[in-house]
């Protein structure tokens, strides 16, 4: 039988049976006292909430032993909720021993091989010229090898995939070489490492997978945050490898500042014109991968669905070119 997939949902009420992978799966009480199941399930075309209303004991029992990762299956109707594609469930269960399930089907994977995209900064970072910027992201690399091959960006939303925090970077790399290029005052070899740099705590944010799904943010992510805990770590390093001052601070400042506002955890706005454009590279990656998401299951011709990221917007699909 052929597999439905995220991107297949299509009609309003529709009852759709098939298996997916537990994103998050969690029991909730709601506004009537009662408990509900609240779940995130996905396959390698995106994710979809789901809810299960008014659950009891017995059926709470049956789901003990569910946990993020796992691969379940589902009988559900589709429906809407803030323009989004959800479903009620109905019913649901583990595999049987006997249905066989080919794991590609579920794990969601940046679009190019990790292996290569590593090459490719690697590349990057030996053709530096500023030997402390080399070494600062020559350490990077090398003390976060293993993570980097499979972790995600985020938990949901863009990048939120197998090696997608390696694809994020990987991209904005090629977009600052570009950059570079028409404007000759930014140096090259400071923004390439701030690009490498800007991220690379999240491997230590978050608790991810060997399939890139994050279960749960670390003590110390939840208290401090990449950033923060990015400047802690370049603090070290430049003490290690005996980097200036000013080459520091400046790395921390774009580490900060990155984010741009306070609301999203930026203390301070750029300073220096490459770490205005780091914010610049970080913001046109997320944003275009969400839209690439988005109009990836949409009709030509047709508008895709809200994406809360993007104020809601429906993004249109081309049909005629």
């Known amino acids: 039988m052929k597999k439905i997939f995220v991107t297949d949902f299509r009609m309003i009420d529709e009852e759709i049976e098939d298996f997916f992978m537990v994103k998050s799966f969690a029991i909730k009480v709601g506004a009537n006292k009662k408990q509900y199941l609240d779940v995130v399930l996905g396959d390698k075309t995106g994710d979809v909430t789901g809810k299960k209303w008014d659950i009891t004991e017995p059926e709470i029992q049956s789901f003990e032993g569910i946990k993020d990762g796992d691969i379940i299956k589902i009988r559900a109707a589709i429906t809407e909720w803030n323009g989004m594609k959800q479903l009620k469930v109905i019913k649901l269960r583990k595999p049987l021993a006997t249905e066989v399930l080919d794991l590609v089907d579920f794990v969601k994977a940046a679009p190019e091989p990790a292996a290569e995209m590593m090459a490719y900064i690697r590349d990057c970072v030996e053709k530096m010229k500023d030997k402390d910027f080399q070494m600062v992201c020559t350490r990077l690399l090398d003390d976060n090898a293993v993570k980097l091959m499979y972790y995600p960006a985020a938990s949901k939303n863009h990048h939120a995939e197998m090696a997608g925090l390696l694809y994020h970077v990987k991209r904005m790399?090629?977009?600052?070489?570009?950059?570079?290029?028409?404007?000759?005052?930014?140096?090259?070899?400071?923004?390439?490492?701030?690009?490498?740099?800007?991220?690379?705590?999240?491997?230590?944010?978050?608790?991810?997978?060997?399939?890139?799904?994050?279960?749960?943010?670390?003590?110390?992510?939840?208290?401090?945050?990449?950033?923060?805990?990015?400047?802690?770590?370049?603090?070290r390093l430049a003490l290690e490898l005996g980097i200036s001052d000013e080459k520091a601070i400046m790395l921390e400042h774009m580490m900060i500042s990155h984010h741009y506002e306070a609301e999203y955890g930026s203390p301070k706005k750029p300073l220096f014109p490459e770490a205005e454009i780091l914010h610049y590279l970080d913001m046109i990656d997320a944003k275009i991968y969400d839209m690439e998401e988005a109009l990836l299951p949409t009709e030509p011709g047709e508008f895709s669905e809200r994406i809360w990221t993007m104020d809601n917007r429906r993004l249109y699909k081309p049909s005629g070119f």
């Open 173 to 235: 790399l090629e977009v600052a070489q570009k950059v570079c290029q028409v404007y000759g005052n930014l140096n090259r070899d400071l923004l390439m490492t701030g690009v490498i740099m800007h991220d690379i705590e999240k491997l230590n944010e978050m608790d991810a997978n060997e399939q890139g799904i994050v279960s749960s943010y670390t003590f110390e992510g939840q208290l401090l945050g990449h950033l923060i805990q990015g400047v802690k770590v370049i603090d």
